[in-house]
């Protein structure tokens, strides 16, 4: 088998909390939130190596900032692009497709994942070439008109919210980004990418606690969950 890689993007100031700190970076139990999020595939032993891809004007202050944790794994920093889907793209554009048999794709907030995740999307991508995670929706959704009047009330028992990890055999996602950049496509997540060439994506069970921490209260709630796991 070949490798299994990595892809972290985490290239985007986003929202900021503070002026002074991009998301990824805010602290989260006493370091940053990509630490979280790396040290969980450190512990996968689904997962080879790992690239992080940054904000180009950052990518020497912050890998240091990173490799000054000490992760065992190799770890390669990337230049991000304009756009997530691009930054994604250009640490696609690193890896050795000699090598590389599976990328995983996950964002670099989402430091709550669990390396049984990791490890099930891994194993359901080695099997049909592209699988994602994701958690049944519980609220109803309504699909609203541009006027803001309900159009309809979707079934949701066959509604589900989308996470990462996303995982991708290395030649469908190469498939994916050519067609996608050669019809000047951007999709929403990595497998909407997937989808558009005709790929059928498994869904694994996601979790509940696979939050995006973009915002003070998502930082305060990832930290009462990480004092439960402790």
């Given at each position: 088998m070949g490798l299994v890689t990595a892809i972290i993007p985490a290239a985007g100031s986003g929202r900021r909390i503070s002026s002074s700190s991009y998301k990824q970076f805010m602290e989260l139990g006493g370091k940053p939130v990509i630490i979280h999020t790396l040290e969980r595939f450190q512990q996968a032993s689904a997962v080879d190596e790992m690239v992080v891809v940054l904000p180009a004007d950052k990518v020497e202050e912050f890998s240091r900032r990173i490799a000054a944790?000490?992760?065992?794994?190799?770890?390669?920093f990337v230049s991000g692009g304009e756009r997530r889907q691009d930054s994604v793209h250009q640490g696609f554009l690193s890896l050795n497709g000699e090598e590389t048999e599976i990328?995983?794709?996950h964002d670099a907030v989402r430091a709550l994942v669990e390396a049984d995740l990791i490890h099930r999307v891994v194993?359901?991508?080695?099997?049909?070439?592209?699988?994602?995670?994701?958690?049944?929706?519980v609220d109803t959704i309504k699909e609203v008109s541009p006027q803001d009047v309900v159009v309809a009330t979707l079934n949701r028992s066959a509604l589900r919210q989308v996470q990462t990890p996303q995982a991708f055999a290395y030649p469908i996602m190469r498939k994916a980004f050519q067609h996608a950049y050669a019809d000047g496509y951007y999709g929403t997540d990595d497998s909407s990418l997937v989808e558009r060439i005709g790929i059928q994506v498994a869904v694994v069970p996601g979790s509940p606690l696979n939050i995006k921490i973009t915002t003070a209260a998502d930082v305060r709630f990832a930290e009462l969950i990480l004092k439960e796991r402790d």
């Open positions: 944790y000490g992760f065992h794994k190799p770890l390669h990328v995983v794709v194993d359901r991508a080695r099997l049909t070439g592209a699988a994602i995670a994701a958690i049944p929706a």
